[in-house]
């Protein structure tokens, strides 16, 4: 038997969801998201989640919008606990958000 697809290792996800910040175009804001990535992870892996990990490429856009996905590893955080660690990391990034979903939730990634 070979291993599942990378992105159906993940317990759960944390999704991202970007939108036009107040003032500004839309590729500012996801520059800034984007720009902030790392950080996210960083303290993913500080929490636990040592195996998380970022696609690089929305898995849904839209006119000023688009969804990225975060896998959160084997061992996720639970939602309170993303939430608890994004709500750190969200501050400043008008127009972003955070969720935490299941691992079915989010659609094949490439």
Do not use: K, N
Not at 4 to 23: I, Y
Not at 43 to 60: I, M, Q, T, Y
């Amino acid at each position: 038997m070979s291993p599942p697809p990378l992105h159906r290792r993940h317990a759960a996800w944390a999704v991202l969801t970007v939108r036009t910040g107040p003032g500004e175009q839309f590729e500012a804001t996801l520059g800034r998201l984007r720009g902030r990535v790392r950080a996210l992870l960083t303290a993913l892996e500080h929490a636990g989640s040592v195996d998380a990990h970022a696609w690089p490429r929305p898995f849904e856009t839209g006119p000023g919008s688009a969804r990225y996905a975060i896998g959160l590893g084997r061992t996720p955080p639970d939602a309170a606990r993303l939430a608890e660690l994004a709500g750190r990391w969200v501050r400043g990034l008008p127009g972003v958000g955070i969720e935490w979903a299941e691992c079915g939730a989010v659609p094949t990634l490439r």
